[in-house]
């Protein structure tokens, strides 16, 4: 039983290992864009189930201690904006989507 526990223990604590040495936050702009685009692609999977954007579909900027990517990429009929920022350390990430609608529709 001893062994059982010991085997969970370790399993866990390397899986918290694991977890944690694969959210280091970028120190690049093209690491930022990657980062970003996973945050952009989390956030239109969950409200229109398709992940769209990719790292070089928009350039990661640091201002004021902040990563800042923009991207528009088309989708279905219509144009999606993606806006993410986030700190240095990669946390208090914000992500907004905008739905650009064409001045060409009937």
């Not at 409200?47 to 579909?57: C, Q, S, V």
Request: glycine residues 4%.
């Amino acid at each position: 039983m001893r062994a059982l526990y010991l085997a969970i223990f370790v399993i866990l604590f390397s899986t918290i290992t694991m977890a944690s040495q694969s959210s280091v936050p970028p120190k690049t702009a093209s690491l930022a864009a990657a980062f970003a685009a996973s945050l952009a692609n989390q956030e239109t999977k969950s409200k229109y189930g398709k992940e769209i954007f990719t790292a070089k579909d928009g350039i990661a900027i640091l201002e004021n201690g902040r990563w800042t990517w923009k991207a528009t990429k088309g989708f279905l009929k219509r144009d999606i904006r993606a806006t993410v920022s986030f700190a240095l350390d990669g946390m208090a990430p914000k992500v907004e989507l905008q739905i650009l609608s064409s001045t060409l529709e009937e």
